[in-house]
């Protein structure tokens, strides 16, 4: 089975400083990691992928995240943090040694402050 | 860029109405989702589809059915609601159901009194 923790509810961050969002995963597999925004009363909204080759991976909004195979992990991060920043965000893996669905963790919250 | 539309931005119902959610997504994806969000639990999958008239059950299919007749449009059922369906249901569409992202339409929020 696999699976996906966000081991953080909110996470604090003042405006300028780097921030990051943690997110570990479980797969028998290889396998393919999104993270996914959302901000209030809407949708969510597609970050960044890790599918294959380099593990630092770059996405919208100054977002970057790195694939760690050895420690199963996939962080979100951006150097600089903005207030506009603050929103939910979702870490979502697939085992693609299954036929298995997306699974999402549960979500952290980014609260970034002046 | 690829737009997913919900029916309904809010929605309350009875307990025992039969409840549709639909979906609609203009890029032409084969495959297309339903989840429902709850605060603590995240997204979780209710049933998808890969195809016109096709559909597989998620983690979470009790209580609920879906319809597909045409490539760009989802229904989800709620055959008769109940309080325990009060929650955010998010329509989702991919390219593909692998290494494509997939994109989310803006939510219905069901409350079931």
């Known amino acids: 089975a696999q699976s996906v923790a966000q081991p953080e509810d909110q996470v604090n961050v003042a405006e300028g400083n780097p921030l990051t969002v943690k997110c570990t995963y479980s797969v028998s597999g290889n396998p393919y990691l999104f993270w996914y925004v959302q901000y209030p009363n809407r949708g969510l909204q597609f970050l960044l992928k890790?599918?294959?080759?380099?593990?630092l991976v770059k996405g919208s909004y100054g977002f970057e995240a790195e694939f760690n195979k050895s420690q199963t992990s996939f962080h979100l991060k951006k150097p600089s943090a903005l207030v506009s920043d603050s929103a939910l965000y979702f870490c979502a893996v697939r085992d693609t040694g299954t036929a298995s669905k997306l699974t999402f963790g549960t979500g952290t919250r980014l609260q970034v402050t002046l | 860029d690829v737009k997913v539309t919900q029916s309904s931005r809010y929605l309350v119902k009875r307990t025992g109405e039969k409840v549709f959610l639909e979906c609609v997504q203009d890029?032409?994806?084969?495959?297309m989702f339903w989840y429902r969000q709850d605060p603590g639990l995240g997204l979780r999958l209710i049933y998808f589809?890969?195809?016109?008239?096709?559909?597989e059950k998620g983690d979470i299919p009790e209580g609920y059915s879906v319809s597909r007749e045409k490539k760009e449009r989802f229904s989800l059922i709620l055959e008769s609601a109940s309080t325990n369906q009060t929650s955010m249901y998010l329509c989702a569409s991919s390219l593909h159901p692998t290494a494509h992202e997939q994109y989310f339409g803006p939510g219905t929020r069901l409350t079931v009194t």
């Open positions: 890029m032409d994806h084969e495959n």
């Open positions: 589809s890969y195809d016109v008239k096709m559909k």
């Open positions: 890790y599918i294959t080759g380099d593990n």
